[in-house]
């Protein structure tokens, strides 16, 4: 297949200039993607892969998806006077686009108002200040000596910024980058019991802030009821529930969110990654009125809620709805998992297959390289993610059922070739 246009280096030119420019902070893959269209993607020498990646779960809609291009399309397009969408403008000019995606989200999911920003990392930085001043304004804590506390999971992933890497459990996150934020309170993710006995006995703590599934953490799902467990604790310690669903959320577990499984609602609701259709940097935070505690000045993003951000924001959850794509995820999930685990039964390498709708985590024998296991998936054209020895296969929501048993092939027999 023929290159885009400005895209004619040598492979060999590529990976010197990926060396030589690039920051170090992310290992660096041996291949280099240039094309893309739905589940596939292809690298410069047109070679063939199936996105079992998708953008760290930013592509529930897959590459491409025609209702992304015709947002972006009627963006760009000028009108008769040679005007057009706007772009940037200020926060405190409310634009059209702006209402009809906040009306779209917080009906779809059930809430008063949404605070739109950009990264996950910067809604989840969100979430904390409003469950902080929450806490203050609610007589939680105490607003002189700010001894407000937030309770949070090991093995947590909420991004990388210096506030959240303070309350990580990964050294690698956090060495070098101290000192660290005060004002967390770590326990065991899982454990219903720790979390409510916490609660009794410190006074102070004005939020939980939990992961329903923990994505980065290797595909780890909790007990059942133990989400339902939280969501009680919270209510009887009158404390709020702030469920970061940023890769779990919008039909990934097979279901709008991944709380939905459990049939609880959360105080402060966190959207990201996929509600920007894999194109725009787009996160939410919902939440009711009496939790939406800002006033003007204490918070804002340049970008946050521009244009073309709730343009896109408003196609995604419109194409969710209207294409049914929870319970595609939760069925051709279910058909995957099922393939999955009876291909790789015996499989030397593999300790465990897990996961919910189209987020599967196959965890690794203790000792097993993961980067071998992705490098083989590679040749074997396949993209995928280690999750801390999982490796952590997200498919588009839109895949097809062959191209999922494809996918499914494709493993096993990087498997097999990696023993």
Same mark, same amino acid.
């Given at each position: 297949?023929?290159?885009?246009?400005?895209?004619?280096?040598?492979?060999? !030119? /590529?990976?010197?200039?990926?060396?030589?420019?690039?920051?170090?902070?992310?290992?660096?893959?041996?291949?280099?993607?240039?094309?893309?269209?739905?589940?596939?993607?292809?690298?410069?020498?047109?070679?063939?892969?199936?996105?079992?990646?998708?953008?760290? &779960?930013?592509?529930? @809609?897959?590459?491409?998806?025609?209702?992304?291009?015709?947002?972006?399309?009627?963006? /760009?397009?000028?009108?008769?006077?040679?005007?057009?969408? @706007?772009?940037?403008?200020?926060?405190?000019? *409310?634009?059209?686009?702006?209402? !009809?995606?906040?009306?779209?989200?917080?009906?779809?999911? *059930?809430?008063?108002?949404?605070?739109?920003?950009?990264?996950?990392?910067?809604?989840?930085?969100?979430?904390?200040? @409003?469950?902080?001043?929450?806490?203050?304004?609610?007589?939680?804590?105490?607003?002189?000596?700010?001894?407000?506390?937030?309770?949070?999971? !090991?093995?947590?992933?909420?991004?990388?910024?210096?506030?959240?890497?303070?309350?990580?459990?990964?050294?690698?996150?956090?060495?070098?980058?101290?000192?660290?934020?005060?004002?967390?309170?770590?326990?065991?993710?899982? !454990? $219903?019991?720790?979390?409510?006995?916490?609660?009794?006995?410190?006074?102070?703590?004005?939020?939980?802030?939990?992961?329903?599934?923990?994505?980065?953490? #290797?595909?780890?799902?909790?007990?059942?009821?133990?989400?339902?467990?939280?969501?009680?604790?919270?209510?009887?310690?009158?404390? @709020?529930?702030?469920?970061?669903?940023?890769?779990?959320?919008?039909?990934?577990?097979?279901?709008?969110?991944?709380?939905?499984?459990? #049939?609880?609602?959360?105080?402060?609701?966190?959207?990201?990654? &996929?509600?920007?259709?894999?194109?725009?940097?787009?996160?939410?935070?919902?939440?009711?009125?009496?939790?939406?505690?800002?006033?003007?000045?204490?918070?804002?993003?340049?970008?946050?809620?521009?244009? /073309?951000?709730?343009?896109?924001?408003?196609?995604?959850?419109?194409?969710?709805?209207?294409?049914?794509?929870?319970?595609?995820?939760?069925?051709?999930? $279910?058909?995957?998992?099922?393939?999955?685990?009876?291909?790789?039964?015996?499989?030397? /390498?593999? &300790?465990?297959?897990?996961?919910?709708?189209?987020?599967?985590?196959?965890?690794?024998?203790?000792?097993?390289?993961?980067?071998?296991?992705?490098?083989?998936?590679?040749?074997?054209?396949?993209?995928?993610?280690?999750?801390?020895?999982?490796?952590?296969?997200?498919?588009?929501?839109?895949?097809?059922?062959?191209?999922?048993?494809?996918?499914?092939?494709?493993?096993?027999?990087?498997?097999?070739?990696?023993?």
């Amino acid at each position: 297949m023929s290159q885009r246009k400005g895209h004619k280096k040598s492979e060999q !030119d /590529l990976r010197r200039d990926f060396a030589r420019l690039l920051s170090d902070h992310y290992d660096k893959m041996p291949i280099f993607p240039v094309r893309a269209r739905g589940s596939f993607i292809w690298d410069t020498e047109g070679r063939q892969y199936i996105d079992a990646v998708s953008g760290y &779960s930013c592509l529930n @809609l897959g590459h491409r998806h025609p209702a992304i291009l015709a947002a972006i399309r009627d963006w /760009l397009e000028p009108d008769e006077y040679g005007t057009g969408v @706007l772009q940037v403008v200020p926060n405190v000019y *409310g634009t059209p686009y702006l209402f !009809d995606a906040s009306e779209m989200i917080t009906s779809m999911f *059930g809430y008063d108002k949404v605070c739109w920003m950009n990264s996950g990392a910067e809604a989840v930085e969100t979430a904390l200040k @409003l469950a902080r001043k929450w806490g203050y304004l609610h007589g939680k804590a105490n607003k002189k000596t700010h001894n407000a506390e937030i309770v949070v999971m !090991d093995g947590n992933f909420h991004g990388r910024t210096t506030g959240i890497i303070s309350f990580s459990s990964e050294n690698k996150y956090k060495a070098f980058f101290g000192p660290y934020m005060p004002g967390y309170l770590r326990i065991a993710f899982g !454990d $219903a019991a720790q979390l409510d006995d916490v609660l009794a006995k410190r006074h102070n703590i004005v939020a939980v802030l939990i992961e329903p599934i923990q994505g980065e953490g #290797g595909v780890i799902i909790p007990p059942n009821g133990y989400l339902k467990a939280v969501r009680e604790s919270c209510t009887r310690h009158d404390v @709020l529930m702030i469920a970061d669903e940023i890769q779990t959320g919008l039909g990934r577990t097979g279901a709008l969110t991944a709380c939905d499984h459990d #049939g609880i609602r959360p105080d402060l609701l966190i959207l990201g990654k &996929s509600l920007g259709g894999g194109v725009e940097p787009v996160s939410a935070i919902l939440g009711n009125e009496q939790f939406m505690v800002f006033t003007s000045g204490e918070h804002g993003s340049t970008y946050a809620g521009n244009p /073309l951000a709730t343009i896109i924001a408003k196609a995604v959850l419109e194409t969710i709805e209207r294409d049914g794509l929870c319970g595609r995820s939760r069925n051709l999930g $279910a058909h995957f998992q099922a393939a999955l685990t009876a291909k790789l039964a015996g499989n030397p /390498l593999v &300790s465990e297959i897990r996961g919910r709708g189209l987020m599967i985590g196959i965890e690794l024998v203790p000792g097993t390289s993961a980067k071998h296991i992705l490098k083989t998936l590679l040749d074997c054209g396949v993209m995928c993610k280690d999750a801390h020895g999982v490796i952590r296969i997200s498919p588009p929501l839109t895949t097809d059922a062959d191209t999922l048993d494809d996918l499914a092939n494709r493993i096993a027999r990087a498997f097999t070739i990696a023993v």
